[in-house]
């Protein structure tokens, strides 16, 4: 399957009174390279394993396979990941007829806010919260996978 979406930094904690749900949620990684990640995800009582391939040109689309596992799974694969944890909670919020996921980051990833909205095509128009802000599509570096191993805290203040 393929997925497409779009990813924004946030400029505001407003998303928080719009929020229908929040979910805490962890993940490792088995394989974070970019052409093949494998990632392990505990959300709230659901646990999954997902395989993304590398992102086309745009950086809006990707091959995204993934399996709902058990928790007890999913504990047992973390310890197997690389070294790193992304922790974070998601924030579900409407906007339109779209869902925006706003995932707010803790640990070494504290201080970043990021939302992605998932599309139908690369050409699909959506409504934009007030507090997006600027797009992030296709920027590696606001991958989870890449956040692993450069957590945003040590990114240079120009950087961020």
């Not at 980051?105 to 802000?133: D, H, Q, R």
Request: charged content about 30%; overall charge negative; glycine content about 6%.
């Amino acid at each position: 399957m393929i997925e497409t979406e779009r990813k924004f930094l946030v400029t505001s904690e407003a998303f928080k009174a719009e929020a229908i749900r929040q979910q805490k949620i962890v993940q490792g990684y088995l394989n974070s390279a970019p052409e093949r990640t494998v990632r392990v995800r505990i959300k709230g009582d659901r646990a999954f394993l997902t395989i993304k391939g590398k992102s086309n040109d745009s950086g809006l689309s990707r091959y995204e396979w993934e399996k709902e596992i058990s928790v007890e799974e999913a504990e047992a694969l973390l310890k197997l990941c690389e070294p790193g944890m992304v922790e974070k909670v998601r924030y579900e919020v409407n906007s339109g007829n779209h869902i925006f996921e706003v995932d707010e980051f803790f640990g070494a990833n504290k201080g970043l806010l990021l939302a992605e909205v998932e599309l139908t095509s690369e050409e699909e128009e959506y409504e934009k919260p007030s507090w997006l802000g600027k797009e992030v599509s296709g920027a590696k570096r606001y991958y989870n996978s890449y956040l692993v191993n450069q957590p945003y805290q040590t990114w240079k203040i120009e950087e961020q």
